[in-house]
């Protein structure tokens, strides 16, 4: 197969944005997806999302919109003020640029199109560096390749992590598995246990679903509440079911993983609904599960508490 290029994501993806119907987008997604060996399909179903990175992976590019703006009209030879009156009608900067880009690209591409492997690099590089000039030099680099609009919009829209193509996670789900020819319910299950949709893809892919194991520190997908419209409709969810209520806590939604032994030789970590890290904020319950014996994953909220009762969430903040 050959490599799959930004252009060529920036279609399939415009195509689905193009259409409000779920069972469109997802089956332009899935013909796409279809096309694309391991490597490219994780990076495709991911930039789809996007994530410049696995959500299980907690580098992050530390970009703003100052430093791609600078670059952007630096190579256009922009006016600040063209620029922002863009960014003001269009709402975001991806769309913007899909106007202001010349055609051909600005500055030379030598025959050399933008490749999804070629982002996955640049953004590596981007993770890795701090320094304004160092960060300014490599976005210059992936935008002066840029040989059509649409390639600068998306590499913005990945950037910046704002797709605006109405593609949810459950749209990318069933174009997986309309692509790969296995069933919602499976790619769900193993998202579960696996964290990454973008390996899960791949699993897919290779009809290896049933392999899928839990690892810790590889965090779940979250089991959020479903709301229904009506008390009648809760009553025919739950109907011939059995079910348990319980008090609903005002806190932080987490997962507390834990492995090794106690005190300071345990390893703990903490992740948000959003997969992020945040064992940093919260030093006391680090060092309270440190001192559990096992390896387990806890499920719950973060919540205040003091003296035996659970203190307002605003404590928290």
């Not at 530390?62 to 600078?70: D, F, L, P």
């Not at 949709?197 to 810790?216: G, I, Q, S, Y």
Request: with cysteine; aromatic share 8%; net charge negative.
């Amino acid at each position: 197969m050959p490599a799959a290029t930004l252009y060529d994501f920036a279609v399939a993806n415009d195509a689905a944005a193009a259409t409000t119907k779920k069972l469109q987008k997802q089956a332009v997604l899935s013909e796409y997806f279809r096309t694309l060996d391991e490597q490219d399909l994780r990076l495709a179903v991911r930039y789809a999302a996007g994530r410049a990175f696995a959500s299980t992976d907690e580098r992050v590019l530390n970009v703003g919109g100052a430093i791609v703006g600078e670059v952007v009209r630096s190579l256009l030879k922009l006016d600040p003020a063209a620029l922002h009156e863009l960014y003001i009608r269009h709402g975001e900067l991806g769309n913007a640029l899909r106007e202001a880009w010349p055609e051909p690209a600005p500055s030379d591409t030598r025959g050399r199109p933008l490749l999804l492997s070629d982002l996955a690099a640049a953004f590596d590089d981007l993770a890795a560096t701090g320094n304004w000039e160092n960060k300014s030099e490599i976005l210059t680099g992936l935008f002066a390749r840029c040989a059509h609009g649409l390639e600068a919009t998306y590499l913005s829209k990945i950037i910046f992590g704002d797709m605006r193509t109405g593609v949810q996670e459950g749209v990318l789900q069933a174009a997986i598995a309309q692509a790969f020819g296995t069933s919602l319910a499976s790619i769900q299950r193993c998202q579960l246990l696996v964290g990454d949709l973008d390996e899960v893809a791949v699993l897919a892919k290779n009809d290896a679903l049933d392999v899928a194991t839990f690892r810790l520190f590889h965090p779940l997908q979250f089991m959020l509440a479903t709301p229904q419209e009506s008390a009648q409709d809760a009553a025919d969810t739950l109907a011939g079911r059995p079910f348990y209520a319980e008090d609903k806590l005002d806190g932080i939604r987490a997962q507390v993983h834990k492995s090794g032994g106690t005190g300071s030789a345990a390893r703990v970590a903490i992740y948000t609904r959003t997969m992020d890290r945040t064992d940093a904020s919260f030093p006391d319950v680090v060092e309270a599960i440190a001192l559990v014996p096992g390896e387990f994953l806890l499920d719950g909220e973060l919540v205040p508490w003091r003296d035996g009762q659970v203190l307002p969430f605003a404590h928290s903040q």
